[in-house]
C-alpha cells in the first residue's frame, strides 16, 4: 500500500523559507518520478514541481523558477521542496505524489497516481 506524508508546512511571512518533507513507503520509490502539487482555497490543484527517478532532472511551473527546488533522498525514500522568498500567492495546501512512471511527463495533475493528504503553507504577515 502506498503511503505518503507530507510535513513541514506551517505559517511563514513573506520573503521566508520553508522545507516540505514527504516520508514515502509501501512502493519502490527509486524507480518512480515524484511532484508536488498545491491547491489554493478556491482553485484547482496545480503542479508546482517534478523530479525524474534516474538522473534527478527537475522541473518547475513557471511562478516557482528560481525559488523552489525539489529533491529526493532514494536511501531513505523521501521527497523534499525547499521553498525560498514565498509570496502570499504561495498559499495552499501542497501534496506530494507519484508519478505513473520514472519520467516527469508534465505537471498536470492527472500526471500523478498516489498522493499524500497534505500540508498546509500560509504566507502572510
Known amino acids: 500500500q502506498v503511503q505518503l506524508v507530507e510535513s513541514g508546512g506551517g505559517l511563514v511571512q513573506p520573503g521566508g523559507s520553508v522545507r516540505l518533507s514527504c516520508a514515502t513507503a509501501?512502493?519502490?520509490?527509486?524507480?518512480?518520478?515524484m511532484g508536488w502539487l498545491r491547491q489554493a482555497p478556491g482553485k484547482e490543484r496545480e503542479g508546482v514541481s517534478c523530479?525524474?527517478?534516474?538522473?534527478?532532472?527537475?522541473y518547475y511551473t513557471n511562478s516557482v523558477k528560481g525559488r523552489f527546488t525539489i529533491s529526493r533522498d532514494n536511501a531513505k525514500n523521501m521527497l523534499y521542496l525547499e521553498m525560498n522568498d514565498l509570496k502570499p500567492e504561495d498559499t495552499a495546501v501542497y501534496y506530494c505524489?507519484?508519478?505513473?512512471?520514472?519520467?516527469?511527463?508534465?505537471?498536470?495533475?492527472?500526471?500523478?497516481?498516489?498522493w499524500g493528504q497534505g500540508t498546509q503553507v500560509t504566507v502572510s504577515s
Open positions: 505524489a507519484t508519478e505513473f512512471t520514472g519520467t516527469c511527463v508534465g505537471l498536470g495533475p492527472n500526471h500523478f497516481g498516489s
Open positions: 509501501g512502493f519502490a520509490f527509486n524507480y518512480y518520478a
Open positions: 523530479i525524474s527517478a534516474s538522473d534527478g532532472s527537475a
